[in-house]
């Protein structure tokens, strides 16, 4: 089945069982397979409706329609987006919805109006991903970046779409596909329930596709294909031990636990069939790093909402946005008067003195880039001192709710252990477990955290780097063991980041305060601390104290 | 309308049910916070819930559910004191609701037809004597939490704005559901959950084939589901009601007490909140045993659900405060 097939499948499906299944995520860049795929997506007979992403509250949960109320003088509410006869809701760029935006059509799919959505995500960088708490609730999802021009044939829907639609309902899913539904969603690594329910409506749809009205095997593979691949976190390499709930789960004496026989091989080999190969490799590091989710922490922006004060009054510059509802709040107490004094005026009656402006405090988050050095000779040094000092950082980091990235670099270069984020405590394990040893890459860790900070400093967020080294920078941005090389990229970068005005930080790690190292941080106009040979918290308490300056 | 998913039929999650259904025995006990992965039935469980309420009954014409005609608030103007029993309101407070909806704010509608200046009650009034339920309470907009912490801390909205200057009770028992991966909740906010849970999906294979068949038996063989259920959803009914009753007239031993101010003090949970709301919910679950006496056993099976989410919280301690919890318990109430 080539990936263009199983595309039309999912469309196909969908159409038989829109309410059920949620919905259909599009992994691929704009071009001609994503307009192909929404072409076929035309073939839905349902009233389609575009999201985007500024919309307001207003029209997302239903207001006031000023206009209309004005008019005939009586309360019109305008409706919810969501509150209309069953629609198929396209979300462009969904990699980029906001956690606040995706949460309302999450509650608007389950609010049971037979509402779907089309995700389109055109994620380009890595970190960027679409919130789980979507994908978990869209069944399918198809990655179309490997389409060549001559695949896309278009669709069409069978015809009885609407017979189809009524048996689907009727569909047996025998109980030990259900089973086979858990237990392989099990030995994929896929926690959440509403996997296997979602394969059940999948597979329950495409038996009422092809008029049987029970799941057969084949349904339930080709149900297995569409929903389990792209949610999976790890691949079944020894079933036995996943098959067997760990000691968490005390065995109850009543009830024996049937022995969870490992899944069906074929739908293991069905499920990686269809992975992309990069996928693997994601799954493979995942493996490693057991964190659930991108942590939506990535993709939040601190400026592009903010806490809305009381409107104002006067417009004192033309810039400012009238608040309507506040105008016409300010305005109405005084209409009964107003009209009594010029009894013949047509709807309420305006004066400059009832315009109000509309304020926001906007409070940019600070985001705080920790570019540790886990190299041997920090490592012999302080490393743990130092890691004790982040640790009270983090701590602080917390009560103000900045965000945190983590960068160590060691060995040939920098590593990103956590891209920006607000859970600390997945921060902490990240640095906990990091390892020390290995060269001084001094100027790949700069080069990394510079790279980071200028792009969240797009995204809204005020980065402040912070550096903790012994400076000792003993490899070139090359990858050569040449000290002088790494010590002059070294110096370019801290003028780099001077240049790009990042507030930073430069903790020294070593027992001697290191000459180059004061040199370095005046370059990059950075705040220097030498670790003095105390206790962690007095490291907390300098860097505090010079956060708070800069 | 589909009949919600029945209480009842919930597999498993038993700590999740539990604090609802010690909340609903004792309103008092303010609220229940359930932070968890995505896909446990969190939210499954909170709309259940509004059908798993007793009924209870209020003066008819009162935008906020009063009881009696006395209680309510004088600018809604009541003169018949009518009352009928209604459902338990369980009101969503929708991510992204405006203040002047959640509060209440001037009455547009009257203000634009007859010129006079009305107030328009919020969702605080609607929710009053019920339920107020904040999925992914998380998300939540800072304003908005202020509002809310304010309102649950007293029991009463104000509104002073537009000329208005309205009070009205609103005592509600918060219910809020989230994933804690994405975003943390503010302490303050946390601190008015009476109760919290953390929900896991379940790792046991016969359990998770068992929901996938209760939701598959909902969604095809709806009425005889909910017939089937909904039996269960009654007794279950009943017994609350028994328990709210029973709880006047239950012993609380002064070593009860003792035990629960030495747990949170072992603990070091912040400030005597904790140990009220301990003290509340053992007596609920002492009285939804159908015990006479709070004791040790009813301490123990409540003490997680309440305290931990009130230890002094140490963000990079990732042990898990509920082990803690269970550690200091086993210490001080043996085992």
Redesign the interface.
Known sequence: MTLWERAQLAITLLAIDPQRLGGLVIRARAGPAQAAMLAAVQALNMPKVKLQHHMTPEVLNGDIDLSVSLAERRLVMRKSIFDCAPSLFVLPMAERCAPQFSARICQALEADLGHALIALDEAAEEGEALPAALTDRLSFHVTLDDLALQDLTPMTLPRAIEDIRAAVRGVILPAELVQEAVTLAASLGISSLRAPLLLGYAAQAHAALHGRNEVTDDDFKLAVMLVYPHRATRLPEDPEPEAQPDGANPPEAAQEPTQAKPPNDLMIEAVKAVLPAGVLTQLQSAAKQPASGSGSGTRRKGNHRGRPLPARVGPKNSGARVDLVASLRAAIPWQTLRKAGNPKAMGPIFKASDLRHKRYEIQSDRLLIFTVDASGSAAVARLAEAKGAVELLLGEAYARRDHVALYAFRGTGSEALLPPTRSLVQTKKRLAALPGGGATPLAAGLVAAFNLAVQERRNGLTPTLILLTDGRANVALDGSNDRAQAAADAQMLAQKIAEAQIPALVIDTTIRPEKTLQTLAGTMRANYIALPRSDAKSVSAAVSSALAQS | ??QPFPFSAIVGQDDMKLAMVLTAIDPSIAGVLVFG?????K?TAVRALAGLLPPITAVTACPVNSADVKDCPAWCDISDASVQSIATPVVDL??????D?VTG??D??K???K???AFQPGLFAQANRGYLYI??VN?L???IVDLLLDVAQSGENVVE???LSIRHAARFVLVGSG??????LRPQLMDRFGLSVDVL??????E??E???R??AY??DHEAFIAHWQSEDATLRARIVAARAALADLQTPDSALRRVAELCIALGSDGLRGELTLLKAARAFAAFAGDATVTDDHIRKTAVLALRHRLRR???D?SGSSSRVARTISEILGH
């Open positions: 309308m589909k992965e995505r896909g446990t039935g939210s929708p991510l992204g609701a405006s203040e909806r704010a001037l547009i509608e203000a634009l037809t010129g006079e200046k999925d992914e998300l907009e800072d304003h704005r537009e000329g994933n804690p991966e994405e975003g943390e999906s379940s790792a046991n294979i016969d998770r084939i929901v996938i068949k939701r598959d969604e095809n140490d963000p990079l990732d």
